[in-house]
């Protein structure tokens, strides 16, 4: 196991966590990529930093409201696997709660590239896909929000 390359996942998910996007840009590789599962408002393949700072917005308005504090935001993530080689897996858990008080959780698996100390790909599965989008469906009349798909 890479530790440096768990370290600087690690690090990601914490910045994530605490919703330092300054940072977390910086800990992004220049060739950096971002896969989504399709369907999400986010959902997709972004590739560059352009790219992924406008899918970093979209992701920011969807789940900002959503996860409003630090419990709901914390990832609790667990390294399954690394390959030596700038591969690491991880498992976490995605919280949110709607404004009526409605809460949704589920398991991720996360496909990391560490490259040159920086992430470089970044590939997302939500356990719960089907019920993600449909609280996201829910919640987005909540919040005045009529269409949660990609923009």
């Known amino acids: 196991m890479s530790q440096s390359d768990v370290d600087v996942v690690l690090q990601v998910l914490g910045t994530v966590e605490t919703r330092n996007i300054g940072r977390l840009a910086?800990?992004?590789?220049?060739g950096i990529e971002f896969h989504w599962q399709?369907?999400?408002?986010?959902?997709?393949?972004?590739?560059?930093?352009?790219?992924?700072?406008?899918?970093?917005?979209?992701?920011a308005r969807v789940w900002g409201p959503l996860q409003?504090?630090?419990?709901?935001?914390?990832?609790?993530?667990?390294?399954?696997?690394?390959?030596?080689?700038?591969?690491?897996?991880?498992?976490?858990?995605?919280?949110a709660v709607d404004q009526n008080g409605n809460r949704f959780q589920t398991d991720t698996l996360a496909d990391y590239t560490?490259?040159?100390?920086k992430l470089a790909r970044a590939k997302m599965y939500y356990f719960d896909l089907e019920g993600m989008l449909s609280f996201l469906r829910s919640a987005g009349s909540v919040l005045g929000v009529s269409d949660t798909r990609r923009e």
Do not use: S
Request: glycine share 12%; aromatic share 10%.
């Open 114 to 117: 560490v490259r040159d100390k």
């Open 38 to 59: 399709p369907g999400l408002p986010y959902g997709g393949a972004f590739h560059g930093p352009a790219a992924v700072a406008g899918m970093t917005a979209r992701f």
């Open 68 to 95: 409003p504090d630090a419990e709901c935001q914390r990832l609790h993530p667990q390294v399954l696997a690394t390959d030596g080689m700038g591969r690491v897996i991880v498992q976490y858990l995605w919280q």
């Open 26 to 30: 910086q800990l992004y590789h220049p």
